[in-house]
């Protein structure tokens, strides 16, 4: 392998523009694919990155090697999968018949199985987990803007050496975990405010900032831990807080709140979460990816799951329009009921 080793971003939208274009700042022989729409605007712009820290970085049209074809496929020896977890089976057909011998993949995807699908339809390659804390606004124009905090995660392996220096130049270093399922149902707990981020039409500092909003989080939360206890599994602790303590911060009044949770409120004013993002352009949502993984264990286990359960039934709702104007107090008193009329 050459010394500095080809990557390709498959799906570039947020995350894939956000992590590939700070790679490509940095001086990283990155390749993008992505549709027509985001290829045209960043040949148009080139790529502009910032984020929360000030980090501002620029890589000029003339040198974003972006395309809507896969001939990057071809060449690269490590590609990052960043479509959204509804595009994986079809990315990973496409990473099949392309993909050059020895080339490995990280999924940055959100949700338990991204990898997993990757690697049924990829025999014999390497396909790992990563996980990407921080939220990525796309700005247009070729701009992306992350907007909260957090290292990129990724399941341990020795193929990563090659390409540690990279993340680390990009100030993406990546934090290798042994056991990344861990840190995918922590994620998940967290990713499961997506969906009330999404029915509340707020940006996320706005949402958070509002108890009502919080307590319908902390019952999705509250549910979801019950039920991995149940099943025994251990998420890792991602925030300041184990993942059990938080549904408790979440309930606390505006005002403590403010205070206890500052670096959970840390976020750009604008964001909105990837759910959001699905929502307003009309697209389907991760949400079976992410609570509908709640309602699937708890059946396996034989527990009830009320509350991501009808999440994820108001999100398909909303997928399929007109969408309804909630505020958190109607929100709340619709997951409470559903909690109680299945008797949980
Ligand atoms: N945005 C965020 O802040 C965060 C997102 N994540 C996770 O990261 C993953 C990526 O999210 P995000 O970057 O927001 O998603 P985006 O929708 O912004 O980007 C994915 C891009 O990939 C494109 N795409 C899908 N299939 C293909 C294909 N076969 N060939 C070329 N392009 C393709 C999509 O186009 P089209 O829409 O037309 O299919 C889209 O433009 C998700 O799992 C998300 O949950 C994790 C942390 C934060
Ligand atoms: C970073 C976070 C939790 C919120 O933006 C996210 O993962 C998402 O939007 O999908």
Same mark, same amino acid.
């Given at each position: 392998?050459? /010394? ?16 590939? +274009? ?10 993008? &694919? ?18 929360? %820290? @000030? ?18 496929? +071809? ?8 479509? =959204?977890?509804?595009?994986?089976? #079809? ?38 987990? @990563? ?20 290292? *990129? #995660? ?25 056991? &990344? ?8 707990? *967290?990713?499961?405010?997506?969906? &009330?981020? !999404?029915?509340?039409? $707020? ?5 958070? /900032? ?9 019952? !999705?939360?509250?549910?979801? *831990? ?7 599994? =251990? ?5 300041? $807080? ?20 500052? =670096? ?8 909105? /979460? /990837? ?34 359960? %009808? ?34």
């Amino acid at each position: 392998m050459a /010394s500095s080793p080809e990557i390709c971003v498959f799906g570039a939208g947020s995350i894939g523009c956000y992590v590939g +274009g700070r790679l490509a700042a940095n001086g990283a022989p990155v390749r993008f &694919i992505g549709r027509e729409r985001v290829v045209a605007e960043v040949r148009a712009h080139g790529l502009h990155l910032t984020d929360w %820290r @000030g980090a501002d970085l620029k890589v000029p049209a003339s040198q974003v090697r972006i395309d809507t074809g896969q001939e990057a496929l +071809g060449t690269a020896d490590l590609v990052l999968v960043t479509v =959204k977890s509804a595009a994986t089976e #079809e990315a990973g057909r496409t990473l099949a018949s392309r993909l050059k011998a020895g080339a490995s993949v990280i999924s940055f995807q959100n949700g338990l199985h991204n990898a997993q699908v990757l690697r049924g339809l990829l025999p014999g390659r390497t396909v790992l987990t @990563g996980m990407v804390p921080f939220n990525v606004a796309a700005q247009g124009q070729g701009a992306f803007h992350a907007g909260s905090e957090g290292t *990129l #995660e990724v399941e341990q392996h020795a193929l990563l050496a090659p390409y540690l220096d990279a993340f680390a130049r990009a100030g993406l270093p990546l934090k290798q975990h042994a056991d &990344i399922g861990a840190v995918q149902w922590a994620k998940l707990l *967290l990713n499961l405010n997506n969906a &009330i981020n !999404a029915l509340a039409n $707020l940006p996320l500092k706005e949402e958070l /900032s509002q108890r009502a909003w919080r307590r319908c989080v902390a019952l !999705a939360q509250h549910e979801a *831990l019950a039920v991995l206890d149940v099943a025994r599994v =251990k998420p890792a602790k991602l925030t300041p $807080l184990p993942p059990h303590w938080i549904p408790r911060l979440l309930g606390m009044p505006d005002a403590v709140f403010a205070v206890l949770a500052k =670096k959970m409120l840390a976020i750009d004013p604008k964001a909105r /979460s /990837s759910m959001w993002d699905d929502l307003h352009a009309g697209r389907k949502t991760e949400v079976d990816y992410l609570n509908g993984e709640v309602v699937r264990l708890a059946h396996q286990h034989r527990v009830a799951a009320p509350v991501n359960s %009808r999440l994820v039934e108001l999100v398909h709702e909303a997928e399929a329009g007109p969408r309804r104007a909630w505020t958190g107090e109607a929100l709340l008193a619709e997951l409470e009921q559903a909690g109680r009329s299945s008797g949980s």
